[in-house]
């Protein structure tokens, strides 16, 4: 994993890719490092390099780039799906890897069987978290998509605890009705449609609570989730097997 702290630009990239041999999977970020380094070691008979680009439209630039300009190391893409998974994509993305669900910590939390760390009031107090959240962000993102100025990746401590912010934030206006199936979809579907790290921190501030004996953070929850290897990790990395090695 590259460990500059420096976001490299495309063509950065794209010169420390046209000046190797190893096959590369580039992936978005940093954040799901512990994520991808399994994937890695699964890989190992096959020699990858995982490289992270700084976010998602990078790795598709570099795409664009690597098609029109031809490089000799075999190059896998791989990124969240984000907001493809409520509306699609337009794009042919065929030879692009993303997630099942919005993110890896959307994946990692299914696979993973993360409320299983959960007691059963800690499971009531999320699931009572969970549908408050929801009941802004499903509101927040239709906002969104209807070219408003609001942003719906508010974090849930700033969400939930703040009162008058919540208020404010779900008010309809005169002609405005609320999004409800559009809710109840995410609601039905939490784990693979909430945005992921959304998801993670209000399942943090259940297992992280200050009267917890164990607590685990976000770093903690993804090494648990990727470590059991279940049926989206194995996805990714048997698509990423076959796109570096074709028949």
């Known amino acids: 994993m590259c460990s500059s702290k420096v976001r490299p630009t495309i063509d950065e990239l794209y010169a420390l890719l046209k000046n190797t041999t190893i096959p590369t999977i580039l992936v978005e970020g940093k954040d799901d ?26 790795v598709l630039e570099l795409r664009e780039r690597i098609k029109s300009e031809p490089i000799n190391a075999p190059i ?17 993305l065929s030879d692009v890897i993303t997630t099942d669900g919005y993110s890896i910590e959307n994946d990692i939390f299914i696979d993973g069987e993360i409320l299983s760390l959960m007691s059963n009031d800690e499971i009531d107090r999320f699931n009572e978290e969970l549908r408050k959240f929801l009941h802004w962000y499903a509101l927040t993102l239709a906002r969104s998509q209807k070219g408003m100025d609001v942003s719906f990746r508010e974090t849930p401590h700033k969400v939930l605890n703040d009162s008058e912010f919540y208020q404010t934030a779900i008010q309809l206006s005169a002609e405005e009705q609320y999004p409800e199936e559009f809710f109840e ?6 784990g693979k449609l909430l945005r992921g790290k959304s998801l993670f921190s209000l399942i943090v501030r259940q297992l992280s609570h200050p ?37």
């Open 33 to 58: 490092i512990v994520f991808y380094r399994r994937i890695e070691n699964d890989l190992e008979d096959i020699g990858i390099d995982m490289l992270p680009a700084g976010n998602k439209w990078t």
């Open 76 to 92: 896998a893409f791989v990124v969240d799906k984000d907001l493809w998974v409520y509306f699609g994509c337009n794009e042919d």
């Open 185 to 190: 979809m995410i609601h039905g579907q939490y």
């Open 211 to 247: 009267d917890r004996r164990t607590k685990f953070g976000v770093n903690q929850l993804m090494e648990v989730g990727a470590a059991r290897k279940g049926e989206r990790y194995a996805m990714i990395r048997d698509k990423i097997r076959q796109a570096i090695t074709p028949p």
